[in-house]
């Protein structure tokens, strides 16, 4: 039994909420012609020497060249045929030496902001796109499943552990978190209320600027300051 890593990527550009996806690239009997073929979570089994939170670490480095971002532990898959349809075993034989292996994986979510990360491929992954929710098609293994159960995680931790700030940019407007709020927990929220709310939260600091090159009258900038949740 082998033991993997996958890792939910979850980004926001102030319009729609997405997950990073690399796609899985084999190589043919050695050749140098490479074959692309499913979309997937980043993942990979873990080292023999590695902790779990390096391997995640690794993963996200060496398959979309991100580094030094927030990554959470939400919980392991286990399922016996995960990894045994033949859609994945035709990948898996490129790269294993058994690939019939039980792998078990664990699955971590990270949060990034559009605006600060600029994925790129590497290892087998043929290339990275950010994707839309909506439009996740089927993914490799069971990767359809993990991303469903971190979203629900996502919703779950939004407002208790205050996580949210992790996609937004460092200086937001408060029209900013309010839909990124909506989007996650997929309901309408009373602008009134949430600004009332927003505004007693010691941990969300206005700045004195506004936005700047927008068409519309520039909204004021807010900040996180985690300290201020001690």
């Known amino acids: 039994m082998d033991v993997s890593v996958d890792c939910v990527v979850f980004g926001y550009d102030g319009e729609v909420l997405k997950v990073l996806l690399i796609e899985q690239k084999t ?15 980043p993942g990979d089994l873990i080292q023999s020497e590695e902790t779990l939170n390096d391997c995640a670490a690794r993963v996200m480095l060496e398959l979309t060249s991100i580094e030094n971002i927030f990554l959470k532990q939400f919980h392991s898959f286990g399922d016996p045929n995960r990894v045994r349809e033949d859609k994945d075993q035709e990948w898996l034989k490129t790269y294993r030496e058994f690939p019939n292996k039980r792998v078990i994986t664990i699955a971590y979510y990270a949060l990034v902001s559009l605006y600060d990360y600029t994925p790129s491929p590497s290892s087998f992954a043929g290339k990275t796109q950010w994707m839309k929710l909506e439009e996740v098609p089927e993914l490799a293994f069971d990767h359809n499943h993990i991303l469903d159960f971190a979203l629900q995680t996502l919703k779950e931790q939004l407002e208790p552990h205050h996580i949210g700030f992790k996609l937004l940019p460092k200086k937001f407007t408060l029209s900013q978190l309010q839909h990124l709020h909506e989007l996650v927990l997929d309901k309408k929220l009373d602008k009134r209320n949430f600004r009332k709310n927003v505004k007693r939260m010691e941990h969300v600091v206005p700045l004195d600027e506004k936005q700047k090159g927008v068409l519309h009258k520039p909204a004021q900038l807010f900040a996180f300051n985690p300290e201020a949740l001690n």
């Open 27 to 41: 190589q043919d009997g050695g050749a140098l012609r490479e074959k692309h073929l499913q979309m997937a979570l």
